[in-house]
């Protein structure tokens, strides 16, 4: 970081060679009240903020050689709890530099740094200490520091691999007298790639940590390695090879969300590592235009401290188009799959075949489709055990465009998978999903969603279950030119084996001119919360207004924010009730000039 500050002042301050200069900046002012109620208790807080910024621009020698920025900042915030005063003071400074930016081989670089301390009772040092051990009972004065760096770096020249390198790192140090903590999130990323008429070539590296600045406790890890090639016969044989280990690790014990079926996302595990070695070769054919086939070998072993999955499988898929939008396939596997868990190993010999059809309808006014799978498995266990897998899989979707003023469209689709011999195989999945999208005029528009998804997966005792729903609606009114009134609802409900979740809101805003360069800008929303898991029934108001009139330079905002919670948890009888009404005051003023 010292280099960085010493590279920052050469930037800024090196003589003759400078030119298109140019120097900004912003002065901030706000004061602000603050009214809380909770219970019988009530209090006032008063607060008083400062902060200035100094920014610089310019070139070296040449803008196709160098462009850059610096910034220096200093902010100051001073509250008041009743009889305690507390405070807050950070200095600081941002750099940028972009080399070579209309070249193929670019970088940029980027740093900042601030520096300052905090009251053991302001609101942020809560959060900021969480990382230190302290004697119960002790509200020390904090110093705390925060920095950020980050490079990148492309070569992107025609008669040359294609390389990217990136490297991202922040920091924030929070000390109280001898005592120090430090947090860090860093991200490392990079790619090679050679694009060929016949030949392509990637390699991937992705390495990403995170230490929350709340709690020590909380920790994750993320790192992929692959490769992925493709290699073109002819415009009609190719293969694809992709390989790879990913390993992720979390120490914090969050049961993954549910997403959605049809998708694959990546949840952070409980607790501990998982760790992926997968690698995939296929070998397609076109033979003519409408039939293809295609043969591929696939290994992966997913490992974890819970359980472990394994699977070695070759598959083979041909597909036939005999009239357009409708598609008949079928296909075979053949290998191993393996399961640890429970201090037990079972792997099993598998032999099946799938097959399928689907129509596509494609019309101006009418679009659609529909689909079937169906497969059947043959299983023998290294212990001689025998066993027999089925599936199926069924979807449906519909859509039409009314006049150009109407898009509707609405989907189904529900599979089950059965397996005599690994738990894991036995699933059943169940989605519906619908949309709808009106422009009734170019001033009105509105957007309505709605999703019902299911999900079963093992064998008794269940391992795990989810029902879930959720219905978004947003509408939007454009009254004039730079007026705009907005609407929005929703609901979503989660029902799994650990406990019920509910959550419901609708809201009203409106952004826009009220009189010349008088803006208005205003949020209102009613939400509740539910959740048998916490034990929490959480029931709010929140409501924001802002006013800004700008007068050449300045900038002049009345900000005014409402809340109103009552708050029941398992182990109260009556709803905690809190009562929050804030009004702040800013002035803005920008400067700047250039040469």
């Keep these: 970081m010292l280099a960085a500050v010493f590279l920052a002042a050469f930037l800024l301050f090196v003589p003759a060679v400078l030119e298109a200069q140019s120097v900004d900046g912003v002065a901030d002012w706000g004061w602000g009240r603050s009214m809380y109620r909770t219970g019988d208790e009530e209090s006032t807080n008063g607060s008083f903020t400062q902060a200035y ?10 803008p196709r050689f160098l462009t850059y920025t610096g910034e220096l900042t200093f902010n100051k915030n001073a509250l008041s709890f009743g009889q305690q005063d507390s405070l ?11 080399l070579f930016a209309s070249r193929p081989f670019h970088g940029s670089i980027h740093a900042s740094r601030g520096f300052g301390g905090e009251s053991g009772n ?9 990382g230190l051990t302290l004697p119960a009972g002790s509200v020390p004065e904090l110093k705390v520091g925060r920095s950020e760096f980050g490079v990148n770096w492309q070569l992107a020249a025609k008669s040359l691999p294609r390389i990217e390198l990136s490297y991202e790192d922040g920091s924030t140090t929070v000390a109280a007298g001898s005592l120090e903590a430090v947090q860090r999130q860093s991200s490392v990323q990079a790619l090679i790639a050679k694009d060929g008429p016949r030949l392509s070539n990637t390699l991937r590296y992705r390495d990403e940590g995170f230490d929350s600045a709340v709690s020590q406790a909380f920790r994750q890890r993320y790192g992929e390695l692959s490769y992925e090639l493709l290699a073109r016969a002819s ?8 390989a790879g280990r990913r390993t992720t690790f979390s120490l914090f014990d969050v ?10 996302g990546y949840h952070p595990p409980p607790g501990g590592e998982v760790a992926l070695l997968y690698g995939l070769a296929t070998l397609t054919h076109q033979a003519t235009k409408g039939l293809s086939a295609d043969v591929s070998v696939g290994y992966d072993r997913e490992e974890s401290t819970a359980a472990g999955t394994t699977a070695l499988l070759a598959t083979a898929t041909t597909r036939y188009e005999p009239i357009t939008g409708f598609t008949v396939h079928g296909g075979g596997t053949y290998g191993e799959r393996g399961q640890d868990g429970a201090g037990a190993r079972l792997i099993v010999l598998t032999r099946g075949g799938t097959a399928g059809a689907e129509y596509t309808l494609t019309r101006r006014l009418l679009r659609g489709g529909i689909g079937y799978e169906a497969g059947r498995g043959w299983n023998t266990s290294e212990r001689g055990g025998e066993g027999e897998s089925r599936r199926w899989r069924a979807r449906a979707d519909l859509g039409t465009d009314v006049l150009r003023i109407v898009q509707l469209s609405a989907g189904y689709e529900q599979g089950r998978s059965l397996d005599d011999l690994l738990p894991l195989g036995n699933q059943w999945q169940e989605r519906t999903h619908a949309s709808l999208r009106s422009m009734l005029t170019a001033r009105v528009t509105i957007d309505a969603t709605y999703e019902l998804a299911s999900i079963d997966r093992g064998t008794a005792p269940q391992i795990f279950r989810t029902r879930y729903a959720q219905t978004m609606t947003t509408a939007a009114v454009q009254l004039t030119r730079d007026r705009r009134v907005s609407f929005a609802a929703g609901r979503f409900r989660n029902r799994a084996f650990t406990g019920d979740d509910d959550n419901e809101y609708i809201g009203v805003g409106f952004d826009g001119a009220l009189i010349g360069l008088l803006r208005l800008s205003l949020t209102a929303r009613r939400e509740r919360t539910v959740s048998t898991a916490a034990s929490l029934d959480q029931d709010g108001y929140y409501a924001a207004a802002m006013l800004t009139y700008r007068l050449r330079l300045f900038t002049f905002s ?38």
């Design 122 to 130: 302001y609101p942020q040092s809560t959060a900021e200490r969480s």
């Design 53 to 62: 910024t100094l920014g610089y621009r310019s070139i070296f020698w040449d």
């Design 558 to 595: 009345l900000e005014q924010r409402y809340t109103d919670l009552a708050l029941r948890t398992g182990n109260r009888i009556e709803p905690l009730t809190f009562t929050g009404n804030q009004i702040q005051f800013r002035v803005g003023r920008k400067f700047g000039f250039a040469r």
């Design 88 to 98: 807050s003071q950070q200095t600081g400074f941002k750099l940028a530099a972009n």
């Design 235 to 242: 415009d009609r044989t190719w293969s694809t090879v992709r």
């Design 255 to 264: 049961p993954p969300q549910f997403n959605d079926i049809g998708l694959d």
